[in-house]
């Protein structure tokens, strides 16, 4: 919580609900104003993370760090989580040894960050984190040059008194600026994103997907798709199209399968980690809007996406994704809405929902006035996991075979607390119907669950 452009965190006894302890996160500089521009600079729901073991949580903010200059810096705070002893007391320990001291995770570069973002496909037992202790986090810096986009590794400290490491380096600086504009939130298309990352599947490797301007010359833009890995298994391949003819709008979202089951121990006596807690992910499906057809076209956005099959095997980096992004043996990505259509924007599809069971992923969109729902199976035979028609995308008509178009798309819903987001869940949508009272059309409430 805030408080006078304070960060604060409060330690409450959960049986009673009485105040334990409370302390500011954000350090005081008696020299300069210590404002808090979450709103104004900061995703607000990218400002905290629980690890999948539940064992700490990063704290992300942004803090001025220089009143000359109105530089805003990005700091980091770790927490660690309080757990019953083996008796099954629980003692709460003062925040002076679970909380640490603020990290500033910026460069002295003078200039403020624009947006940030902390790894996707986190969260409880379900997240992916093939080692338990790291987070990656990414942000913007730039003033009229290049967009400056930095990486810093944070790895968490599970013994108190609290005392975790970061590590920041520049991770790629865009050429043209406005190329990241805005990257770690919603900007108004469909709820994407121009950056984001996930794990690898491997000690702490991730993948980072971004849009970048393929067109060198001043001016020229060119946007594409990129994907980057670290590690030795890893490398730098182009995600979309592979021509300047279709321009990529956004990333749509990473999913990654098969989400986690249980969770592990970190012994603090022995300093010994259980094998459970840690979970990679096996595949990272990336989705991504792309032009239909043309990118002059002034139609709408195809839905498009590739799999990263984080396994590596004995395949070059390229063939890791499905379809091939081997420049060699290219193929384009996979168009999950309806084929042979190029619908006019507002008309394209847009995902109302997703669910994730074990490998399987359920996509519901929109288009053309109609709810469809596709599938992945990673278990299916064939070169396409997705529902095909000679791998041709076949989508399910989900709102019924009659005329009528959807008149709106009401509500998309799905179980939780549960690992398994596919199974129950149901999308709601509303359609009229003639004969309704004086004899004009009704409204009518529908739903489809899904098995």
């Known amino acids: 919580l805030t408080n006078n452009e304070r960060l604060m965190i409060a330690q409450i006894l959960e049986s009673t609900g009485t105040l334990v302890e409370m302390a500011q996160i954000n350090g005081d500089d008696p020299d300069i104003i210590d404002s808090l521009p979450l709103t104004a600079y900061l995703t607000v729901?990218?400002?905290?993370r629980l690890s999948r073991n539940g064992d700490y949580i990063w704290i992300t903010w942004g803090q001025v760090t220089d009143q000359?200059?109105?530089e805003i810096d990005l700091y980091a705070a770790q927490y660690i989580t309080t757990r019953p002893d083996d008796d099954g007391l629980f003692v709460i320990p003062p925040l002076a040894a679970t909380l640490s001291s603020p990290l500033n995770l910026s460069p002295d570069t003078d200039d403020s960050i624009s947006w940030h973002r902390i790894?996707?496909?986190l969260g409880y037992v379900c997240g992916a984190q093939s080692d338990p202790d790291l987070m990656y986090v990414y942000w913007e810096e730039s003033a009229g040059g290049p967009d400056d986009v930095y990486e810093a590794v944070l790895r968490a400290d599970l013994v108190t008194p609290c005392?975790?490491?970061?590590?920041?380096?520049?991770f790629f600086p865009f050429d043209n600026n406005g190329d990241q504009p805005n990257s770690?939130?919603?900007f108004g298309f469909n709820n994407g994103a121009l950056f984001n990352a996930a794990d690898a599947g491997h000690e702490g490797e991730i993948l980072v997907v971004y849009r970048e301007d393929y067109d060198a010359t001043a001016g020229g833009v060119d946007y594409r798709l990129t994907a980057d890995v670290s590690g030795a298994g890893g490398g730098l391949v182009e995600l979309s199209s592979g021509t300047s003819l279709k321009e990529v709008t956004a990333i749509d979202r990473i999913l990654c399968t098969p989400p986690g089951e249980e969770i592990g121990v970190f012994d603090v006596v022995d300093l010994e980690d259980q094998d459970e807690r840690s979970h990679g992910a096996q595949e990272v499906h990336i989705f991504f809007r792309e032009s239909e057809s043309h990118q002059s076209s002034s139609l709408g956005q195809a839905l498009r996406t590739r799999v990263y099959r984080t396994d590596h095997d004995d395949d070059t980096?390229?063939?890791q994704f499905t379809p091939s992004a081997l420049s060699s043996a290219f193929y384009l990505p996979f168009d999950l809405d309806l084929p042979d259509s190029d619908p006019a924007a507002g008309s394209d599809a847009t995902v109302v929902g997703v669910g994730i069971d074990g490998d399987r992923v359920g996509v519901w969109f929109t288009e053309l006035s109609r709810v469809y729902y596709q599938e992945y199976d990673a278990d299916a035979s064939g070169d396409v996991q997705w529902l095909n028609d000679d791998e041709a995308s076949a989508p399910i008509l989900v709102d019924d075979d009659n005329d009528e178009e959807i008149q709106a798309f009401a509500l998309f819903r799905r179980r939780?607390?549960?690992?398994?987001?596919l199974s129950g869940a149901m999308v709601f949508w509303t359609k009229a119907y003639g004969s309704g009272?004086?004899?004009g059309l009704s409204e009518r409430l529908q739903v489809r669950v899904r098995d």
Do not use: K, R, V
């Open 317 to 319: 980096f390229g063939e």
């Open 68 to 70: 000359t200059l109105d």
């Open 119 to 121: 790894q996707d496909c």
């Open 45 to 48: 729901d990218n400002d905290l």
């Open 437 to 439: 009272s004086g004899g």
């Open 163 to 170: 005392s975790p490491l970061s590590s920041t380096t520049l």
């Open 416 to 421: 939780a607390c549960t690992c398994d987001t």
């Open 184 to 186: 770690g939130s919603s």
